[in-house]
């Protein structure tokens, strides 16, 4: 592996910890810092591993680019800020889903993962419902569907001799999702972000790290 991806890898990790570490004690500013500094890792390693070399690459690097945004916009506490950031992670996973059928998708795996998903997605969209304020109650089914719709492009993907990164990395995300959701919307006491986090970055740099293994590199 490049010394350079193998240097953002690191600084990802160590800077997510520190963020997780930082908003355990309050301290918000070294959060915000250490969060842009982590999301900046899993675009530095895309482009390291030669994204902007194949069609597939470029388009996973603006799932990713969308991700960095909306990370800085989850940065907020209001609920402006929520839906901009909700906004940002659905345009990302529109983005993921194309580079997966550009990196080519198996239909039989696509409809064998779809019912699964389909069901796990519906249970999420029930558990949520109760604590979904009336305005947010569309954006927050429409972003469950769109990442429910990458998890099965992921499974599509792998079926077609993808990298099993990509569907690793599609499945973390997903979990990290119901960190966000268990701590905005269902306001848990304890603080979710712990694993939510370390999940989240570690889906992002799987993604990110899936550009070198791709056929279409």
């Excluded at 519906?122 to 604590?131: D, N, Q, R, Y």
């Excluded at 269902?186 to 972000?193: A, E, G, L, M, S």
Aim: glycine share 12%; charged share 10%.
């Amino acid at each position: 592996m490049d010394y350079r991806i193998k240097t953002a890898v690191i600084v990802t990790g160590v800077t997510c910890l520190i963020l997780v570490g930082a908003l355990l004690v309050g301290m918000h500013s070294a959060a915000a810092i250490a969060k842009v500094i982590a999301s900046c890792g899993f675009i530095s390693v895309a482009i390291f591993g030669g994204a902007l070399r194949s069609l597939y690459g470029k388009v996973l690097l603006l799932g990713l680019a969308l991700s960095f945004l909306g990370d800085v916009l989850l940065i907020g506490e209001g609920r402006q800020a929520f839906l901009g950031g909700l906004a940002a992670f659905l345009f990302a996973h529109m983005a993921y889903v194309s580079a997966f059928i550009i990196n080519g998708v198996s239909l039989r795996w696509l409809s064998g993962a779809a019912l699964p998903v389909t069901g796990v997605a519906i249970g999420v969209a029930m558990w949520l419902a109760p604590h979904t304020p009336p305005e947010l109650s569309l954006p927050v089914r429409l972003y469950t569907i769109v990442i429910a719709g990458m998890v099965i492009a992921a499974f599509g993907t792998r079926g077609k001799g993808g990298p099993v990164l990509i569907l690793v990395g599609a499945l973390l995300f997903f979990l990290s999702d119901l960190s966000v959701a268990a701590l905005r919307l269902v306001q848990t006491d304890f603080p979710t972000y712990v694993w939510g986090l370390p999940l989240y970055y570690a889906g992002q740099l799987c993604l990110a790290l899936s550009v070198s293994q791709s056929r279409s590199h």
